[in-house]
């Protein structure tokens, strides 16, 4: 595996907790060479100071929200969601992949957003006037922070948030009820602040480039807003189905409205150099390839967008070239490597080029969401019609004819064969099809909404493990090979990532506080709060 740490800063031989604070006064200064020339004296700086300063720390903090997207994210969360899986022997086939959790990788998910995004978001609050002479860009700052540290507490649990910085020895962890009901009263800030600024300067902005997302566009960030809150709503729906419906009504009645159509998806531009990671992993590095799960859905279907994710098997693959086929969860790569290492790739060359936009939510994702909403009964909304318009929002996303897709009756999963590997053929679990069928049981309804949502989403694979943790769809076939040494279930799958050996070392008391909060085991087969095993309906 190879390793880029031109976008990251690893915290290293001090408490997490100490570590946050020392960064905090520096973290804006790091994100834009001119703020020193101010630090002395922040408070006396007048607002245009303040605001052209403060806002040079925007773009990178978007950016940071991927920050070593490989560890962080690639070789755990895009494999666990049946998206990719790396034809690359990593660790001799003992991985994250395989259930031996790979400490230096999980370390990086954990710490990444602490020092990339809260920091500088604290320094802003701490060190200019932003908060309270431009609220308008205080609510970005806001939204940055939910979208990034939501990655972070979904892959871990509990996680310091509501008192970092407060401490110059620990770092507290909350709870996960505690943290959610933190993001929904940030979202509540951010969604008051841009309404204010909306009304009062109509088509104006203060953040302009400055904003790698929606070029200091207010509007899209109050849509953007709405559709987060939806997306965090949905995840606690079976463990706090009350507050789950009301912050979704909440989401759904604002009049800002939500994400749409594919021009108001949340996308981070790959300025000053930044490529994509996708384009990073898969066409430079050859290190990540097709999923068998996604193959097995996609060919089963014959979905028009499979040559737009995907190219297929390069010449590398011998008899295979020219074909699309995965590898199944948990392979062992081996010997094999030369050749799964050229199966089905990301495309590269049409989808994922070096400039794309990383995309952190779309409109097809908010369709699907309000399609759950629906049938919840927490609408009055079809759940027809926002089902069928997340796939027509995703085929247009993509720009691929959708065809008779909406009218396929009759198309399921397709089983999957290891053309290398007999034992790691499965049989498709799915038998749910892609026209709706109002007669449906609402389990199938959902499964239904689930997949299609699963096959729009792509490529954020964090997002998608975390509707499979939450539903259990799409349905995945099970790694096929576990050295959990037991702590994970190869049925039920991994539910999360282990904390950092680092925050034992150097913030024990509040990690040994976390376990209890995790409420089980700190390994992957514990379940996090919101991940609670009963049926859906």
């Known amino acids: 595996m190879k390793r880029n740490y031109k976008y990251s800063k690893h915290i290293t031989g001090n408490k997490l907790g100490l570590a946050l604070v020392s960064v905090m006064a520096l973290a804006v200064t790091a994100c834009t060479k001119n703020f020193d020339k101010y630090n002395t004296n922040p408070n006396s700086l007048s607002k245009s100071q303040s605001a052209s300063i403060a806002s040079t720390a925007f773009g990178p903090m978007e950016q940071a929200i991927y920050s070593n997207y490989q560890r962080a994210q690639n070789l755990s969360a895009d494999g666990y969601s049946g998206y990719m899986q790396p034809g690359i022997a990593f660790g001799g086939d003992r991985n994250n992949l395989t259930y031996d959790m790979n400490d230096g990788w999980n370390t990086t ?234 199966f089905a790739n990301l495309n590269t060359t049409q989808t994922f080029l070096f400039s794309t936009p990383q995309l952190i939510m779309t409109a097809a994702e908010v369709w699907f969401l309000k399609a759950e909403a629906a049938l919840r009964g927490w609408t009055a909304a079809s759940v027809q019609s926002n089902y069928e318009a997340g796939i027509a929002a995703s085929m247009n996303q993509w720009n691929v004819s959708i065809g008779s897709y909406l009218s396929d009756g009759t198309s399921t999963e397709a089983n999957f064969t290891d053309p290398l590997n007999a034992v790691n053929n499965a049989t498709a679990l799915s038998t749910i099809t892609i026209k709706w069928d109002n007669s449906a049981t609402q389990e199938q309804m959902l499964e239904r909404i689930i997949t299609q949502k699963w096959l729009a989403i792509f490529p954020d694979g964090q997002e998608a493990w975390a509707d499979y943790r939450r539903t259990g769809y799409p349905k995945l076939f099970p790694v096929a090979n576990n050295f959990s040494g037991g702590t994970i279930s190869t049925d039920v799958q991994v539910r999360r990532l282990p904390y950092p050996s680092t925050e034992y070392t150097n913030n024990g008391p509040a990690v040994n506080n976390a376990v209890k909060l995790l409420g089980g085991a700190d390994n992957g087969g514990t379940r996090l709060w919101w991940d609670v095993n009963k049926a859906n309906f």
């Open 109 to 342: 998910g954990f710490n990444d957003q602490y020092t990339m995004v809260m920091s500088p978001v604290h320094a802003i609050a701490t060190t200019t006037t932003i908060k309270q002479t431009n609220p308008e860009m205080w609510a970005v700052a806001l939204l940055i922070q939910v979208e990034a540290m939501d990655r972070v507490t979904d892959r871990f649990g509990p996680i310091p948030y509501t008192k970092v910085a407060t401490s110059l020895t620990t770092a507290p962890y909350d709870d996960q009820p505690t943290v959610y009901q933190t993001f929904f009263k940030q979202i509540d800030t951010a969604v008051t602040n841009l309404k204010a600024y909306i009304a009062a300067n109509p088509g104006k902005t203060s953040l302009g480039a400055s904003d790698y997302i929606y070029a200091g566009n207010y509007a899209e960030w109050l849509k953007f807003a709405n559709s987060l809150r939806l997306r965090l709503a949905m995840r606690i729906v079976k463990i706090d189905p009350a507050t789950a419906q009301t912050q979704a009504v909440e989401a759904l009645n604002d009049a800002g409205g939500t994400l749409t159509t594919p021009t108001d998806d949340a996308a981070i531009a790959q300025t000053g150099g930044r490529e994509n990671d996708l384009h990073q992993i898969s066409g430079d590095w050859n290190n990540t390839n097709m999923s068998a799960a996604i193959e097995s859905y996609m060919v089963g279907y014959n979905d028009p967008r499979l040559s737009v994710y995907f190219q297929p098997a390069q010449a590398g693959a011998g008899a295979y070239a020219g074909q699309f086929v995965g590898i199944r969860a948990g392979s062992l790569i081996g010997s094999s490597q030369s050749t799964y290492s050229n």
